[in-house]
């Protein structure tokens, strides 16, 4: 496409590589302006890359970029800065004991006659824009005192106050709730009405759907082109993001749950620095149930899952499992009960990178006697084991048992660890963001066991921050907030606008 007035940016040719890694090939993007333009890709993509060599953070190895059909050439961010481009990054970049105000003029400092730093002015200024754009900041708070929904708001002004005219936002809605997206989904289209263009990276395609104007696909860092979002649909940009028709929605079949197997009563866990994290939590689980907890990270799930899994010792409570008590015992008891964990961290608590797939299958069963005998292990047989896995659970390379984990895609990583702990035949499988960071084929796969998992008869304790994977794998939605449970319904009874008041700590009407 040649160069033109009409587009804000023309990114054209990119190519960019990390060592032997091509992490872009020959990239494409044509932005309109004045539109919200999303970028699709699954993770590890090279959305993120992209952007950052639109803002100057990294150089292209080659293509050229424009600016309203103007070639530009950006080596940082003060250039880019200076071309109306700003980004706000997937982490904020906000000091949390300064204030909204000091935040916003942090390293663009408005001085007064004698070089002072004119704070009055600033706030004045700061105001101005808050007020123009509608945005419900109050520019005195501290930043650690307001919510995340608030903070982006924040980091969005700071890159107006800099005089923005495109917006970067890098995956903005991971950290909202329903209403916090919902709200920002607005500020999208009103900056849009007042001149500015967006472009948004994203790999959820609802909001793309709710959002964008056009949207531009990279398919494992090559450009497979660009969509008029209002002519398509989720189930198109799907299968052009990943090359071959998914199946977005969940099959299964109703629940039949049958006894209790998770009983968890008036559970108290601090975290490290003495603070209360879980407070007084209850929650059934029966088997044959999936219970899906949904909440903003940071509401106790970590806390309730280690104390579960007896990583940390609980203050008080009661976490029965079958009606055993196993409070405060050892992670070695709650694996002899019969409770297998799939861990939000892989690489912490999952995997020994170093160590072969097979070497990975086995751990945690070489007590079982079934590998060897005390300290030796029997590798001919652990090998036999874990070829058979690699089969079942198609973890690919096909044949990779000798392979290091660290040369296998998160995908099948995950792989590896749902089929050790799928091939334990638990009683209660905690799931925690069992799918974070997987591409779509690997998500449906994870939902599938899942299921398949309840179907078999365990209890399931799904903890998610995706409320749409809570509510589609969930036959019980249950809402963490503050480390109680304030909510818990059957599937279907409960909309997620209903759930994201009570995430936020919010009442239901
Ligand atoms: N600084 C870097 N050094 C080496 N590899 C990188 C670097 N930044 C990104 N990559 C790699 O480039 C690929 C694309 O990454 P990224 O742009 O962050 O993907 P996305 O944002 O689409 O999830 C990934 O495989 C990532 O590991
Ligand atoms: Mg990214």
């Given at each position: 496409m040649e160069a033109s007035p009409e587009y804000a940016v023309q990114m054209h040719g990119i190519v960019k590589t990390f060592g032997a890694f091509t992490a872009l090939d020959h990239v494409d993007l044509d932005v309109k302006k004045q539109t919200v333009h999303a970028i699709l890709g699954e993770n590890g993509a090279g959305k993120t890359t992209l952007m950052n060599i639109l803002y100057g953070l990294y150089q292209a190895d080659e293509g050229e970029i424009f600016m309203g059909g103007q070639k530009v050439n950006i080596t940082n961010p003060t250039e880019a800065i200076k071309h109306g481009i700003g980004m706000v990054h997937q982490h904020f970049m906000l000091v949390e004991n300064f204030t909204v105000t000091e935040n916003i003029i942090l390293g663009d400092e408005v001085c007064g006659a004698a070089g002072v730093l004119d704070m009055a002015r600033a706030r004045k200024e700061v105001m101005a824009l808050v007020d123009e754009y509608g945005?419900?900041?109050?520019?005195?708070?501290?930043i650690q005192d307001i919510s995340v929904g608030m903070q982006q708001r924040v980091e969005i002004l700071k890159a107006l106050y800099r005089g923005a005219e495109v917006l970067i936002l890098d995956e903005p809605t991971a950290v909202l709730t329903p209403q916090e997206i919902e709200k920002l989904i607005e500020i999208m289209h009103d900056l849009v009405s007042k001149g500015k263009t967006i472009i948004i990276i994203t790999h959820k395609l609802k909001e793309i759907m709710q959002s964008a104007d056009e949207c531009s696909i990279i398919r494992r860092g090559v450009y497979m082109g660009t969509v008029d979002v209002h002519q398509s649909n989720e189930t198109e940009l799907a299968s052009k993001m990943v090359g071959r028709n998914v199946n977005l929605t969940v099959d299964k079949t109703p629940a039949h749950p049958g006894e209790t197997v998770l009983s968890i009563r008036d559970l108290t866990v601090k975290d490290e620095r003495g603070i209360e994290q879980v407070r007084g939590l209850n929650l059934d689980i029966r088997a044959g149930e999936i219970v899906g907890i949904a909440g903003i990270d940071g509401n106790g799930q970590q806390e309730l899952v280690d104390a579960i899994t007896n990583i940390v010792r609980a203050e008080s409570g009661s976490i029965k499992v079958n009606g055993e008590e196993i409070i405060n015992t050892t992670p070695r008891n709650t694996f002899l009960k019969k409770v297998a964990t799939i861990p939000s961290d892989r690489h912490r608590w999952g995997l020994v990178l170093p160590f072969t797939v097979s070497e990975n299958t086995a751990l945690e069963r070489h007590a079982d006697d079934e590998f060897g005998e005390g300290l030796t292990l029997d590798y001919d047989k652990m090998r036999a084991y874990t070829t058979k896995l690699i089969e079942q659970f198609d973890i690919r390379p096909a044949g990779s048992e000798d392979e290091r984990m660290n040369g296998l895609s998160g995908g099948n990583q995950q792989k590896a660890i749902i089929a050790r702990m799928v091939t334990s035949v638990p009683n209660l499988l905690i799931a925690f963001q069992p799918t974070r960071g997987l591409d779509v084929g690997a998500i449906e796969f994870v939902h599938k066991t899942l299921i398949a998992e309840r179907d078999r008869g365990a209890a399931i304790l799904l903890i998610s921050f995706e409320l749409d994977e809570v509510m589609d794998v969930s036959d019980t939605i249950a809402v963490i907030y503050h480390g109680q449970i304030t909510g818990t319904f059957a599937q279907g009874t409960v909309d997620e606008n209903q759930l994201g008041l009570l995430m936020a700590g919010g009442e239901m009407r």
């Open positions: 945005f419900d900041v109050d520019p005195d708070a501290k």
